[in-house]
């Protein structure tokens, strides 16, 4: 019985693929520089320098567009999948210096989808990974 597990892979990656892509495209959609305005103001009490915030800002919504993207398609999932959990891990950092815990709550979520997708990657029969002949 792999079918229902093939297909019920390929819709929590498609799911967490719509998300991530919108995230991104959203943001981007909204003006980066308003984005990455909003984000360096956050980040005012932290130790994180203003530059290196504004730069991450600009960049975010770009990197989660990618995944998004990718994981729609099933196209090198694997490292995207990695890339997404590496995203997590700078996330929920940027949130614990802000102490937002609850937010850090919903970051792992995604973590743990993303662990899950993974772990499941032989379960990721419909996406163009298989048509390159990778997993």
């Known amino acids: 019985?792999?079918?229902?597990?093939?297909?019920?892979?390929?819709l929590l990656r498609l799911i967490?693929?719509?998300?991530m892509f919108m995230h991104?495209?959203?943001?981007?959609?909204?003006?980066?520089?308003?984005?990455a305005g909003a984000i360096v103001k956050e980040f005012q009490a932290t130790i994180l320098p203003e530059g290196l915030v504004h730069v991450f800002g600009i960049t975010l919504p770009f990197v989660e567009a990618v995944i998004g993207i990718l994981?729609?398609?099933?196209?090198f999932t694997?490292?995207?999948?990695?890339?997404?959990?590496?995203?997590?891990a700078v996330l929920v950092?940027?949130?614990?210096?802000?102490s937002e815990w609850?937010?850090?709550?919903?970051?792992?979520?995604?973590?743990?989808i993303y662990y899950l997708l993974l772990c499941r990657i032989d379960d990721n029969r419909y996406a163009l990974d298989r048509l390159r002949g990778s997993a």
């Open 24 to 35: 991104g495209a959203t943001r981007i959609g909204a003006g980066l520089e308003k984005f």
């Open 78 to 88: 694997r490292a995207t999948l990695l890339l997404g959990l590496m995203l997590m």
């Open 71 to 75: 994981l729609i398609l099933g196209l």
């Open 102 to 112: 609850n937010t850090i709550g919903l970051q792992l979520l995604y973590a743990v």
């Open 1 to 10: 019985m792999q079918a229902p597990r093939n297909q019920a892979y390929a």
């Open 93 to 98: 950092f940027g949130t614990a210096l802000r």
């Open 16 to 19: 967490m693929g719509v998300d």
